[in-house]
């Protein structure tokens, strides 16, 4: 078992920039990563993904802004996230994914776009 561990959210001005990281206790090279986020009262929504060869599929609400990336020697994913909005406020969730069968998650990280 894996356990995912976000970090790197927080309160951000229109505009800005966040990296978020996300560290897991064991090797994720053989896992498919990725970012989720849910708003109050809104379903948790994918945001990127990062396939075990590098392959990036982002939602379309992100694209071209957010960036995702992993460093599979430092069992690290990261969300570089610019020019951010209001709606881009959430709880970040990391996962990491094998097949249909193995699903892990982290406690997720706040990330709040306010002025």
């Known amino acids: 078992q894996v356990q995912l561990v976000e970090s790197g959210g927080g ?3 229109p505009g800005g ?11 994720i090279f053989i896992y498919a990563m990725g970012w989720y986020r849910q708003a109050p009262g809104k379903q948790r929504e994918l945001v ?3 396939s075990l060869g590098g392959s990036t599929n982002y ?4 694209k071209g802004r957010f960036t995702i990336s992993r460093d599979n020697a430092k069992n690290t994913v990261y969300l570089q996230m610019n020019s951010l909005k209001p709606e881009d406020t959430a709880v970040y969730y990391c996962n990491a994914q094998k097949g249909v069968s193995v699903d ?7 990330v709040t776009v306010s002025s």
Do not use: K, M
Not at 18 to 25: I, V
């Open 11 to 13: 309160l951000v001005q």
């Open 48 to 50: 990127a993904v990062i």
């Open 104 to 110: 892990y998650w982290g406690q997720g990280t706040q």
């Open 59 to 62: 939602a379309d609400s992100v």
């Open 17 to 27: 920039s966040l990296r978020l990281s996300c560290a897991a206790s064991g090797s």
